[in-house]
Each structure stands twice: as C-alpha cells, then as structure tokens.
C-alpha cells in the first residue's frame, strides 16, 4: 500500500471535497481517500499494483477539478518572492465584490424604490425609467444593472454549471440554477411587456438574481479573508528562516538554500539564525519563542546546539550547520503542523456524508416544492421564487467548515505554544483519556544527575565539594560530572588536578592530590579501604532508600563526608500532576527505578500510583493492561527508548527539548521538556471538539430551519415567503459564523 498526498483545486464546498473523495474511492486498490476542503489536499493510500497515480489524477479531472502530486517544501521557510497569489486573488474577489455591491444598489433603487411598503412614497426616479410610464426602459436599465453584477459572478455560473455536467453538483450550483432562472425569466417578461405592460412588469426579478450573487459572493470574500487567517500557524513558521546567511570563512552572504551540512555561518546579534547547528564560538541568549514556545531567552555556548528561526538576541554566535532542507528542526515542525491540517477527524465524517448527498437532495427538494406550489395553483413567479429560494439558502458550505476550520485553528494555536499534534483524528481523540501514564527519567525528573545534598563528616560542605571537584575532574563517569558541575555553580574549583588516580570498577577511585590519599566512593570501597563511616551511615541509607546515589569521600583513611547525586525533579513536575488531577485524571508513574526510589518521587510530585522495577520492554505491556480494562491512556516519554509504550496507548507524547523531538515516535511532540505542556495538550483538545460540535450544530440547524422556510412553510401557515435575496444572506451569514467561531478559538489562553 503507498500513500500519497495530491493538491486538489476547483472546490468550493463540501459537496465538491465528497465528490472527489467518492469518485477516487471507487478506484480498484484505494484503501482509504480523505479530502480537506480547507487545505485543498487529498491523502489517499491505495495498492499500486492496481492503480497509478495518472489513473487517479484523471479519475480527478474527470470529475471536474484539478489534481496534481503534493510537492513538500525542499526548504523551511521559502521566501516568496512577488505577490502572494492567495493575496492577489482575495484582492481581486474584494474588488468584484465593491462592483457587484454598486450595481446590486442602484438595481435595488430601481426595482424595489417604486413598490415600497406600508404606503411609503415612491422613491425619486426620472419620467424616462418609470414602471408606469416607460416600462420598457425601466426593463432595460435593471437589465443593464444586473448584466455587471452577473459578469462580476461568472465563476459560480462556470464552476456551478461545470461541476453539475459532471454529474458532482456543488453549492456553485445551486447559486447558478437560482440566478440564471431568475435572470432567464425576468428576460422573458421583458420581452413580453409590450403585450400586457402592467402584468409583467412586476415579474420582473434582475434584482434577485445580482443581489443574491453579491450577497454569496459577500459570504465568500470574508470567508476566504478569514480562512487566510485559519493559516496564519505554518505562514508564520515559514517566514522564521532567513533568505540568506553569512558564511564566517569568506564573510559572503548566501541563499540560505546553498548552505550545507558543515559551513560555518556567522549570526550577528538581532538576526534569526538561518539553519540548525552547534555554537562552535562566542555567547549569547537565543529566544525560541515561535518554535518550542519557551517564553525566556535560551542561554547559548560554545557546544549549545541553536534551533534554525530562532532569534540571536545580544551576542555574536559562530555556528556550525548539522541540518539542512527537511532535516531541519523547523522544516519537521511545518510538515509535522501541515499533515495535521490536511488529515480529517472522525467526527468530519458524518459531515461529509451529508454533503455528499446534500446538493442533490436540496435540487429535489426545490423542484418538489416548486411542483407542489404549480399544483396549488400559484403562478410561475411565485413558484420561481421558491424553487430560487430554497436552493440559495441551501449552503453546505458551513458543513464542510465546520471541522476543518477548527482544526487548523487548534492545530495552529498548539504549534504557537510549542504543542505539536500529528492529526485532527488525534486531536479529537486526546480529550477523552482518562488515565495518564509519565515515565521518570527525563520527563518528571530532568534526566540529568546533579548533587542533591553535600554532607561534610568534620569540616566545611565547600571543602568537601572542592576536594570532591577537583578528584572526579579527571572521570567519565555521569556522577562524577554532577559534582564538578555542582562546585563550578558556586565558583568552588581550584584548578587543582590529581597528581595521578586509579580507577576502581563498580567501587569508585583512588587518587593522589595535594600529597594526601583521597578515595571516592560507595560503601564497599570505603570498607575495603579500612575507613570507618558509621558517622554518616544512616544518612546514606536514608538517601539510597530515596533511589539518590550516595557517594563517601576520604583522605588518608579519614571520611572527609558524603554527597547525594540524584536525577532531581523538574520544578513543574509537581504542578502540572495536580492541573492533570483539577481535569478528573488518574496519573501513573511508570519506570525501571527500585519500588523505593520510584515511591519516593511518586510521592514528591502527587501521582495516584507508581509501577516500578518495569524493563523498556515491558512499559508497552502495562500501557495494554490499562487499555484492557477500559482505561484511555496518554503515554508521556522521552519518544526514543519508549516508542513502543508510545505506540500502545490511546495518545502517545513525547516531551523533549526542540532540537531533539522523536517525531516519528509520537502522536503529541511537547517541544518544551515541561510536564505543564501535558494538560494544555489536554484542553486544547477539548476546546478543539467543542468548537468542531458547535460549528456543526449551527450548520445542521441552519439547513434543518431554513430550507423549510424557503420552501413556503411559513406562507402556508399565513406567513411571509422568503425572498432570494434574504435566503442569499442568510447563506452566506452562516459560513462566516462557521469560520469566526473557528477563528474564536485561536484567541483562548492554554
């Protein structure tokens, strides 16, 4: 099975998006084919053995729309150079509309200032045009009127007609049959006016069929102004990676798209650097707000790795490239942000199958109703303005909104805060988990040993850490690295170095330093060398009892004193566990540590349960026991060493720094290592489907309430009938409610 993702143009509703879905899903070999009508992308994954590409591209085309092969961006943020053809075509919408508003007034003037209601006066029009006098005239100028409006609309008349020859009638459609009847008959009674002046001149309908057209193409401009917002998330990640770098070796600025894996670039202070890459020379603070949406400025080293688009504040940074093309940090980001637009929800579905019968059925329901009407014994004018009024007013535009206009925008706010979400279908499923599994190491805790407590037998705790410093400078070993990360913090290093040392497998060291015999070490060590350590005793058990690694220190067989080295937990660890419990959680504490060490952190940070002593192997199997018996469960990891356990749940998560995310491993990539990220995660969700559920219900209860209307029930009961012209508002008033409420979402605070 391949799956491939197409660019699909020509669609302008939902019923178009079902017509391409239902047209490709009848292809021998095709598994599954999801349409976005927002992202006007289709993912389709089929057999190749049955089906090539061109059948499926010309299946497409067959169907009346566009298709061609998704090209993904070589480059994260390719500049655009000229005018954005969104841009450009929403101007040009914006500028068809302001003519089409113009004519669509002065017709409304004409037609409707002679025959105001309640017994208002006529408005002023000269003799030359009057209804009464020079009908023909009047005839022609709403002719001549509506003739600018109609040209202004061409493109529902060419897609309508276009899509209904093809058998897929769209929402296009629907607009074009009630226009043109309405213009087609209006030209009839013009004709026929010489005949009986005064019985045809009131049939004259030029302003139903310009100002429906203006008030579609209204709906359809703020709804295209405000769909460009829905994208704002990628436009604003691919704006973050300069055009050009600045090669340190030759001081020459190039295309960012030349740079390779190797160059050395230098970043002068203010400027976005162009690629990723490690700081092989100079300091600075680097703000990676627009990528892991870390709010605080991120020191930078020589060793630091950078984030391409991220901004060098006040230092020059020398920086070696290690990502180019879609290897970068940002290029994975945007494509990661982009597949979750352009995959559906399950809860689109329902939406989509309505569509796909929708057009049709709202055709025959306006024939149907304009039979009956005919039947009743009502004339061709009145019946014509029902059959136009029910298929105006008959939009599935909203219906097909309605979801993909919430996801992006969800989608897009979780990319601002540093929340990647791989699909809509995961979005909509993150809010139902009721249990949430954390591993330890490098998730609750920092996944980085540092000294926890410095306990000296007889002199000073900066004795004690210095001579500690100075002899596990010359190790390897992690712990060793936490104590002299320790005294560098509090400018404890001498400089001193051991004159020689012995390492001790599984026991520690022995070295000389300052002419004095210093062993570092655990119990064993001290015990072998004769050192007595009962003073502190206790207190190590107390800390191994922790899950901490104690470790004794003594000179010339004296114990100098004891330091704790833990991985500690994170500040946030804590607080994010009781906004999880605030939401109706259960929280577990899954990890390899001893059921003593594990209970002890478990207890620091507020979890319900704890599952110690489990293997890597084996996380994955705990997670199915939970699913077994019922539970919905978010795993949260590092992405690498538990992608199987990631894989198992409900939702997987992975929580680490931006320049390392396992992708691929995930369902959710928090790029910030901050455990707070977890209940955001978790409310956006939920935000997300309350959005998509009340897009939906105004959009079914919109269609459910008005077509009735249209259709003349109200005036079957005493009522008024509904003209086209309000059916036309009322339309395209309903997407732009869609969309707004969608865009509503993107102002919540996580």
Known sequence: MREEVYDISGMHCAACSASVEKVTRRLPGVERSDVNLVAERMTIVYDETQVTPEQIVAKVEKAGFGAKLHQEKQEAAPVQTGEDPEELELRRKERELIVSAIFSCALLYVSMGQMLPFGLPALPLPDLFSMHTHSMNFAVLQLMLAIPVLYCGRNFFINGFQALFHGNPNMDSLVAIGSACSFVYSVVMMFLITDDVHGHVHNLYYESSAVVLTLVSLGKFMESRNMKKTKSAITALMRLTPDTALLADSGKEVPTSSVKAGDVLLVK????????????????????????????????????????????????????????????????????????????????????????????????????????????????????????????????????????????????????????????????????????????????????????????????????????????????????????????????????????????????????????????????????????????????????????????????????????????????????????????????????????????????????????????????????????????????????????????????????????????AADIVLMRSDLEDVPRALRLSALTLRDIKQNLFWAFCYNTIGIPIAAGLLYALGGPLLSPMFAGAAMSLSSVCVVGNALRLGTVKL
């Not at 400089?495 to 001790?504: D, Q, V, W």
């Not at 004095?516 to 060590?525: D, E, F, K, Q």
């Open 269 to 664: 202070p203010g400027t976005r650097i162009p690629l990723d890459g490690v700081v092989t020379k100079g300091e600075s603070s680097v703000n990676e707000a627009m990528l892991t949406g870390e709010s605080l400025p991120v020191e930078k080293a020589e060793g630091s790795e950078v984030i391409g688009g991220s901004v060098n504040e006040n230092g020059v940074l020398y920086v070696k490239v290690t990502r180019v093309g879609e290897d970068t940090t940002l290029s994975r980001i945007i494509r990661f942000v982009e597949d979750a637009q352009g995959k559906k929800a399950p809860i689109s579905r329902t939406a989509d199958r309505v569509a796909g019968i929708f057009v049709p059925t709202v055709i025959a329901i306006a024939v149907l109703a304009a039979v009956i009407w005919a039947i009743a014994g009502k004339d061709f004018a009145f019946v014509l303005r029902v059959f136009t009024s029910v298929l105006v007013i008959a939009c599935p535009c909203a219906l097909g909104l309605a979801t993909p206009t919430a996801i992006m925008v969800g989608t897009g706010l979780g990319a601002k805060h540093g929340i990647l979400i791989r699909s809509g279908e995961i979005l909509e499923v993150t809010h139902s988990v009721d249990t949430v599994v954390l591993d330890k190491t490098g998730t609750v805790t920092k996944g980085e040993p540092a000294v926890t407590e410095v306990c000296p037998a007889g002199g000073t705790a900066e004795g004690l850490l210095t001579i500690a410093a100075a002899v596990e400078s010359v190790s390897q070993h992690p712990l060793a690295a936490a104590i002299v990360q320790a005294a560098q913090e509090k400018d404890l290093s001498t400089g001193k170095r051991p004159e020689h040392f012995e390492l001790l497998p599984g026991r520690g060291l022995r070295a000389a330093l300052s002419g004095r015999t210093v062993l570092a070490g655990n119990r064993r060590l001290m015990e072998e060398s004769g050192v007595d350590i009962s003073a502190l005793s206790e207190k190590a058990d107390a800390l191994a009892g922790q899950g901490e690694t104690p470790m004794f220190f003594a000179a010339d067989g004296a114990l100098l004193g004891l330091i704790s080295v833990a991985d500690p937990v994170k500040e946030t660890s804590a607080a994010a566990i009781a906004a999880l419990h605030k939401q109706g959680l259960r929280v577990v504490l899954l990890t390899g540590d001893s059921r003593a060490a594990a209970e002890h952190i478990g207890a620091l940070v507020g979890v319900d349960e704890v599952i110690p002593e489990v293997l890597p192997e084996e996380k994955a199997v705990h997670v199915q026991k939970l699913e077994a018996a019922g539970r919905k469960v978010m795993m949260v990891g590092d992405g690498i060493n538990d992608a199987p356990a990631l894989t198992a749940a409900t939702v997987g998560c992975a929580i680490g720094s931006g320049s390392d995310i396992a992708i691929e």
